[in-house]
């Protein structure tokens, strides 16, 4: 299954040059964790609760006069909308990111997509699984033998 189908397709984003302090009270009426960070359609970063409290809080410094450009992770990692989701899921593993900013072909941001929305797909796949039994009703995969 395509990322795309999975994603959160409405994505608030935040111009880099606003101050932390609004992209953090976006956060909050969002209810989100990242914010892509964009000039009109490029991903031109990512800014994270995690890197307002280490690069601002826990440093002292004043959110009001903190730009987003400052703070935000530059290094993004993304997925393609058409990408697998079990690749996906596990370039998230393997990075140990729990979202990802999704980006069609020609690199727009089109949406995010969470470990979360990955897992509840994975729940889905392996219920509709469960009910692809035989017709006889009996679950004819081979267990493994023992001595």
């Keep these: ?12 984003t935040v111009r880099a040059s606003i101050s932390v302090k609004e ?4 956060m909050l009426e969002s209810n989100v964790g990242a914010l892509p960070v964009t000039d009109d359609e490029r991903l031109l970063g990512l800014l994270t ?3 307002i409290v280490t690069r601002v809080v826990a440093q002292g410094e004043d959110p009001e006069q903190v730009r987003v ?9 993304y ?14 593993a393997d990075q140990q990111v729990l979202r990802l900013p ?9 949406g995010i997509v969470s470990a979360g929305d990955l897992q509840a797909r994975a729940g889905a796949t392996e219920a509709n699984d469960e009910e692809r039994e035989d017709e006889d009703g009996e679950d004819d995969r081979e267990l493994p033998e023992t001595d």
């Design 69 to 77: 450009v400052d703070v935000m992770s530059q290094r993004v990692l």
């Design 1 to 12: 299954m395509e990322v795309r189908k999975v994603m959160s397709q409405d994505v608030r």
């Design 79 to 92: 997925c393609f909308d058409d990408q697998d989701c079990d690749e996906v899921a596990k370039n998230m």
């Design 102 to 110: 999704v980006v069609d072909r020609e690199k727009r941001l089109v």
């Design 23 to 26: 992209a953090a009270r976006a």
């Design 49 to 51: 609760d995690r890197d």
